[in-house]
C-alpha cells in the first residue's frame, strides 16, 4: 500500500512538472506594463481598459501580462524577467529607476509607451528634465500642444513595409483621441521611422472650444518607432470622459477599434521578436 502511494505521488510530481514545461513553452513572452492612474479621468479610464485588454489578449496569445503601480520595481532585478515593459499613462521619476530603465533598453530590452507617457512641459508638474528619454530616445522632445476635446482621425499609414503595418489599410479610423503636437519635427531625425501620422482628410480635428485646440492643417505624428533600439510609441490612449456634466461617464474606448488592436497586436509580437 505505502508503495503504491510512492508510485501515485511520484506520478503526479512528473505529471505537475510536464504540465509546467508545456506551459512555459506554449508562454512566448514575458510584458510587465506600469501605470499611476490617478491624475486624468481619461487616463484612469485608458489604463482600466488597458490592463483589462492586455490580460484577455495575454490569455488568447499564450503570453505573460502582469501590471504594477509599483514604479519602485523600475529597477534591473525586476526587470530581468519582463522582455517587454509599456508604459501605459506616465513615465518614471526617480534618478534610480531613470538609470535602471536607460540600462534595460540599452541592453536590448523592449518598450512600448502610449499618449501621456511621453508628454513633458517646462514648465510644469511634468518637467522635461530627462534628455535622454525625450530628445535621443523618444525624439520628440517635450509637448507642444493637443487638440480638444477628444475625436476620431484618420490615420494614414506611412510606411507600409514595416512588419507592424504592412497588413493594416493605407488609412483607417481611429478611436477618439486626445491629439499631441511635439516641439522636434521627427522627419528630421535620422532615427525615426514614423509609421503612422494623421491623414490631412481629418481637418478641422477637434472641436474647441478654443481656436488653437482645433487643428486646421499641419504634419502631426502618431505612431513611431527609433531604430536604435527595440521601441514603439503610440499617441492613443485619451478616452472621452463626460467633463461637460461632471459624471465622469465614459464616452469612447480605445480597444473599441479592431484595425488599431490589431496594430498594438502586431507591436507587441514586433517587440518580442514573434511572429
Known amino acids: ?29 514575458k510584458v510587465i506594463a506600469f501605470y499611476t492612474g490617478i491624475n486624468d479621468p481619461a487616463h484612469v479610464s485608458f489604463v482600466h ?18 501590471s504594477t503601480n509599483n514604479w519602485s520595481n523600475l529597477n534591473s532585478e525586476f526587470l530581468k524577467n519582463y522582455q517587454i515593459v509599456i508604459f501605459l499613462d506616465t513615465r518614471p521619476d526617480s534618478i534610480n529607476q531613470r538609470n535602471a530603465f536607460e540600462k534595460y533598453i540599452e541592453n536590448g530590452g523592449a518598450w512600448m509607451g502610449f499618449h501621456f507617457a511621453a508628454f513633458a512641459l517646462m514648465p510644469s508638474d511634468i518637467e522635461q528634465n530627462w534628455d535622454w528619454y525625450h530628445n535621443h530616445f523618444l525624439g ?19 510606411d507600409r513595409k514595416h512588419p507592424i503595418t504592412k497588413h493594416l489599410p493605407k488609412r483607417f479610423k481611429a478611436s477618439p483621441n486626445e491629439w499631441y503636437c511635439w516641439e522636434n519635427d521627427l522627419r528630421k531625425n535620422p532615427d525615426i521611422r514614423i509609421l503612422l501620422s494623421i491623414d490631412s482628410t481629418s481637418f478641422p480635428l477637434g472641436t474647441g472650444p478654443k481656436q488653437y485646440e482645433i487643428w486646421k492643417s499641419g504634419y502631426y505624428p502618431v505612431v513611431w518607432t527609433n531604430k536604435t533600439y527595440k521601441m514603439l510609441y503610440i499617441n492613443m490612449g485619451h478616452n472621452d470622459i463626460d467633463y461637460e456634466h461632471n459624471s465622469q461617464k465614459e464616452l469612447s ?23
Open 49 to 66: 481598459e488597458a490592463n483589462w485588454w492586455f490580460d484577455k489578449m495575454a490569455n488568447k496569445y499564450q503570453f505573460t501580462y502582469d
Open 140 to 158: 520628440s522632445g517635450q509637448y507642444k500642444s493637443n487638440t480638444w476635446r477628444p475625436t476620431s482621425a484618420i490615420l494614414q499609414v506611412e
Open 1 to 29: 500500500m505505502l508503495r503504491k502511494i510512492r508510485i501515485l505521488a511520484m506520478c503526479s510530481i512528473i505529471l505537475l512538472i510536464s504540465i509546467s514545461l508545456v506551459y512555459a513553452q506554449k508562454t512566448k513572452f
Open 253 to 275: 474606448f480605445t480597444f473599441k477599434n479592431k484595425i488599431q488592436n490589431k496594430l498594438i497586436l502586431n507591436a507587441l509580437f514586433w517587440l518580442a521578436n514573434k511572429k
